[in-house]
Nanobody, 123 residues
Framework: QLQLVESGGGLVQPGGSLRLSCAAS????????IGWFRQAPGKEREGVSC????????NYADSVKGRFTISRDNAKNTVYLQMNSLKPEDTAIYYC????????????????WGQGTQVTVAS
């Protein structure tokens, strides 16, 4: 089956760092733009970042720009999200997702979703 599996979440203090991974199985990420979204309880999913198929161009939400870095290793069929200078407001479940269309901040644009990994930023 086509699957995306996130890992790397956990509990960190404000100012700390985490590196999330998104591994694909059943299909190759080579043909997809990959996005990261996050969702806090009771809130809608928020677009965080997206990386194009080539990996050359990336996009970030204003709230994470300068703190988060998205990258991909197509040989490993994996996409990463390096999160630095974490803030309590970054607390959410983080999802990776794939689209055959352009990168966008709209969840409806994406075709495949992982189950998410919890990130909690608290002292």
């Amino acid at each position: 089956q086509l699957q995306l599996v996130e890992s790397g979440g956990g509990l960190v203090q404000p100012g700390g760092s985490l590196r999330l991974s998104c591994a694909a199985s059943g299909f190759s990420l080579d043909y997809y733009n990959i996005g990261w979204f996050r969702q806090a309880p009771g809130k809608e999913r928020e677009g965080v970042s997206c990386i194009r198929r080539s990996g050359v161009y990336t996009n970030y939400a204003d709230s994470v720009k300068g703190r988060f870095t998205i990258s991909r290793d197509n040989a490993k069929n994996t996409v990463y999200l390096q999160m630095n200078s974490l803030k309590p407001e970054d607390t959410a479940i983080y999802y990776c997702t794939a689209t055959s269309a352009s990168c966008s901040g709209y969840a409806s644009s994406y075709n495949y979703w992982g189950q998410g990994t919890q990130v909690t930023v608290a002292s």
